[in-house]
């Protein structure tokens, strides 16, 4: 999995210069790692973007801190005073924080070639400058691009490719004909292309319909630990480019995202659906088969949508609707036990006359 | 995974004659590949089960089109007409579409051997029209029966059945003394015969409850990708025949199945429940440990079955309450916000009298 | 995986000793086996600890059942008759099934050494009482202790210390610099230390936040089939000593768990969440990120956790409140159809008189 690299110190200014930001302190202090605010020291670099951490960021032995505006207020008090790397906003931490980590904790490539333990079929293109790790199979006719990182245990199979700079690591699974962009990261135990589940049902018994489409992962998507996408019944199943699937997701046949969607953690999509560009699926979120989520939509945690849902539209609950009424049921439903007092209340102060009763026990439900 | 056969061509006529269908058109027309409406094109067949997909079938410029016979009128039309293959009713498309697949898509088995790579240990019975891939470590004392296939990496512990026929993908794992009967598929990443989940909590520590049972899994069971079937504390955790399971299905320990079940994505059942016949768990439904599912029950999507359901009874909701009740349910709490402002206007028009007002303020709770 | 050692018979005094029980019957019998009641013989013992499986008890061909005081009554009829080995309480049948156990069915420890298809990088520290099995690879640096067993085909990246006496069972894959302590049990396609899920979104694309963290399990921890815990973004992910996690369980970076927690299969905690010593997650429970479950509190089968829980507290529903609000919640909302016929009733009863009309139409969501 490559070494890290040795440790290089940097000065406030130039990090400030790398992420858009601003030094309140000494520009020449020197870091040379970003830790938590708990483990940091006088060589580090913490980082506040919320201000529930503040007490932490207070207490904290970091030499200098990554914050923004609204919450650097105050944090340079201390003995000695800490530096600070200020942003605009908080929303600016992640991308600072991401520019500043890949700078300190960059990770050395592994030496290109192919392990000699690694079992590689005829017929593959192995582009000089990738890496193939031990015990790799990589069945007959695929393709891997330069860079690409092929580890430990993957298996791809026959007819793939993988694109350049793409990362698989250590027991990721391609099955046949699957096809994955540039700069991708496939991480453990994600299996893709493995058969969708369809089956014609005649006589009590359920038969096996072949799935011969493929998956096809466009640039720049990442697919975490276990997740699984399937291959289409016919055609593709298609992820777009920047989309970055959480661990334990599964991704059914026939399936279409659009690009820059965010599928969170043991999120599910059931087969044909497709999604827009930008569509978030919060976790243990669980879509229908054959619907449609337009850009942008979002589908919040432990929810399921079940029927589509229009471009830029938040929804929630079982089954979902639009997150405002979603938390207007909440709140009515927490307050189910008062109304059901009052109520009783009411019907104490109007007891039923010869009249009405015959009203109240008469059947109503085909009525309501 | 072995290749795909070259394509041989086929008249619709005899397609018909496979399917049990009819010809509207040439009969003589020749396809040789089944692809989506979009892919198709003037050697192709593509298939039309649902109106939703109506206008890409018109839009198709597929040779011919599998629809059933209530969809088929008008689909002829166009320059040059399109042949049509008709089967009586929609729901005869899966099966004739599972036919057709097999037919044009048939995957050429690997040749029988076992790769110079495998690690079989002394004492397995490995039939010689089997094969066992690159990398595959068997236990020892298993059998691995006719045309089974053993793909790379995939580990069989001691003392395991494979059955004739039956495919374990790359990076399967059958813990020992896992039994798989004929004819089954099991996909990348499942995990069948891991320990239960079972401990004995004393002095504030679990202990682990030593799971010494196994996994039977009947005929014909798949197996998706990334699924777990624990072994059973004692005896068998079992899965019936003809039972298929989706990918990322969690069965714990002790479970039954009955046959011809259908698991969908992420479904999860507790420890010692057992399911009839023809059971249905949808997407991330989960049941509960120790009870039963009638033959023919079937559990919603998103639901949660707390407690036994009767045969043929479909359940929805968290707790699982009978579907067409769980509808009305779902009616009612998006009616709630109008009830509690019907509420409020009756209290308007009923001001509490004096003596209805300590009625109102008492503690009802208990009464409720 | 290790053999059966082969079987010994025990007296029925003995084993009362081993688990602080007593004998009713004859204490000389001996079992040299434990198997479910409906598969036990005249060499076996059976248990039983609940009302449910009473029948089964009773019609069981064992020679002798494990049961708790109040169970007890009546089972030693039958000819021959049964002789029983009593523990106090049902709760105690648990701990003494895991002695009983771990005594009749002690699993033989495969020898140690290095198997010559392991792949063991250059400066690792393996104990000489180490197993580590075929196609195993281990990256350079990392330590494994005495008595450990690195199953096949599991990969162990560059800098990870596993404990001793810790199983890797096959397929378990830990990322670099994971640390797992003594006595775990690393279930197969398990995933420990993958990058956890992090992004900062600048004009529309997600930039990957590098996760230069690690995950460390402290002693006892056991973990599940296919269940995935992700690297920290910064310092580290930690599992609690003793917790105890099943299968397809993701834990999202940051995380930190107490001691002795229990996390039920596919349940989910969201990144950076820390959770106090025993406490439960339910089968797919989830929880939110950021927020603190505290010592004891549990979270209810299929329920998701959305904000903090004080120390002790039980939590049921879609969000998460407390279990017994939400049982009458659910009563009451069972009852919604009844109250939606009161409510019609009563206002039919109270007939809006002209001046009551306009208050009814008047727009009142804002004021509810």
């Given at each position: 999995m490559?070494?890290?690299l040795g440790?290089?110190?940097?000065?406030?200014?130039?990090?400030?210069?790398?992420?858009?930001?601003q030094v309140?302190g000494?520009?020449?202090?020197e870091v040379?790692?970003?830790?938590?605010?708990?483990?940091?020291g006088p060589?580090?670099?913490?980082?506040l973007?919320?201000?529930?951490?503040?007490a932490e960021a207070?207490?904290?032995?970091?030499?200098a801190?990554?914050?923004?505006?609204d919450?650097?207020?105050?944090?340079?008090?201390?003995e000695?005073p800490r530096?600070?790397l200020?942003?605009?906003k908080?929303?600016?931490?992640?991308?600072?924080?991401?520019?500043l980590?890949?700078?300190?904790?960059?990770?050395?490539?592994p030496?290109p070639?192919?392990?000699?333990?690694?079992?590689?079929?005829p017929g593959?293109?192995?582009?000089?400058?990738?890496?193939?790790?031990?015990?790799?199979v990589i069945?007959a006719?695929?393709t891997?691009g330069?860079?690409?990182?092929?580890?430990a245990?993957?298996?791809?199979?026959?007819?793939?490719?993988?694109?350049?700079g793409?990362?698989?690591?250590?027991h990721a699974?391609?099955?046949?004909g699957t096809?994955?962009?540039?700069r991708?990261i496939?991480?453990?135990g994600a299996?893709?292309?493995?058969?969708?589940f369809g089956?014609?049902?005649?006589?009590?018994?359920?038969?096996?319909?072949p799935q011969?489409?493929?998956?096809v992962?466009e640039?720049?998507?990442?697919?975490?630990?276990g997740?699984?996408?399937d291959?289409a019944?016919?055609?593709?199943?298609r992820?777009?480019?920047?989309?970055k699937?959480?661990?334990?997701v599964?991704?059914?046949?026939?399936?279409q995202?659009?690009?820059h969607?965010?599928?969170?953690?043991?999120a599910?999509?059931?087969?044909?659906?497709r999604?827009?560009?930008?569509v978030?699926?919060a976790g243990?979120?669980g879509?229908?088969?054959h619907?449609?989520?337009?850009?942008?939509?979002?589908?919040?945690?432990?929810?399921?949508?079940?029927t589509s849902?229009?471009?830029?539209?938040?929804v929630?609950?079982?089954?979902?609707?639009?997150l405002?009424?979603?938390?207007?049921?909440t709140?009515?439903?927490?307050?189910?036990?008062?109304?059901?007092?009052?109520?009783?209340?009411?019907?104490r102060?109007?007891?039923?006359?010869?009249?009405?009763?015959a009203?109240?026990?008469l059947?109503e439900?085909?009525?309501?």
């Amino acid at each position: 999995m490559g070494g890290l690299l040795g440790r290089v110190a940097h000065r406030l200014a130039d990090l400030a210069g790398l992420i858009g930001g601003q030094v309140e302190g000494d520009p020449d202090r020197e870091v040379e790692s970003v830790r938590t605010l708990e483990a940091a020291g006088p060589r580090d670099l913490a980082f506040l973007n919320h201000p529930r951490y503040r007490a932490e960021a207070v207490a904290s032995r970091a030499a200098a801190l990554l914050v923004s505006r609204d919450l650097a207020a105050g944090l340079r008090d201390g003995e000695p005073p800490r530096d600070l790397l200020v942003v605009a906003k908080s929303a600016d931490v992640p991308l600072a924080l991401s520019r500043l980590l890949t700078l300190f904790h960059a990770v050395e490539a592994p030496e290109p070639g192919i392990h000699p333990t690694a079992a590689v079929a005829p017929g593959c293109a192995i582009d000089p400058a990738a890496w193939i790790g031990p015990y790799a199979v990589i069945g007959a006719g695929s393709t891997v691009g330069a860079r690409a990182e092929i580890h430990a245990h993957v298996v791809v199979g026959a007819g793939c490719t993988v694109g350049e700079g793409t990362v698989l690591h250590p027991h990721a699974v391609l099955y046949a004909g699957t096809e994955i962009g540039p700069r991708c990261i496939i991480h453990s135990g994600a299996v893709l292309g493995a058969d969708g589940f369809g089956y014609a049902t005649s006589g009590g018994a359920h038969h096996k319909v072949p799935q011969v489409g493929r998956v096809v992962l466009e640039s720049d998507v990442e697919v975490g630990a276990g997740s699984t996408i399937d291959r289409a019944t016919l055609g593709e199943t298609r992820i777009g480019a920047g989309t970055k699937i959480d661990n334990l997701v599964q991704v059914g046949h026939n399936v279409q995202t659009g690009r820059h969607c965010i599928l969170c953690g043991q999120a599910g999509i059931a087969g044909s659906t497709r999604l827009g560009d930008w569509v978030v699926l919060a976790g243990q979120a669980g879509v229908s088969g054959h619907i449609h989520l337009g850009t942008g939509a979002q589908v919040a945690a432990k929810s399921a949508a079940l029927t589509s849902v229009e471009p830029g539209v938040q929804v929630a609950g079982i089954p979902a609707v639009e997150l405002k009424r979603w938390r207007r049921q909440t709140v009515l439903l927490s307050r189910l036990e008062e109304m059901s007092r009052r109520l009783r209340a009411l019907e104490r102060r109007l007891p039923a006359s010869a009249g009405d009763t015959a009203g109240d026990t008469l059947p109503e439900e085909g009525g309501d």
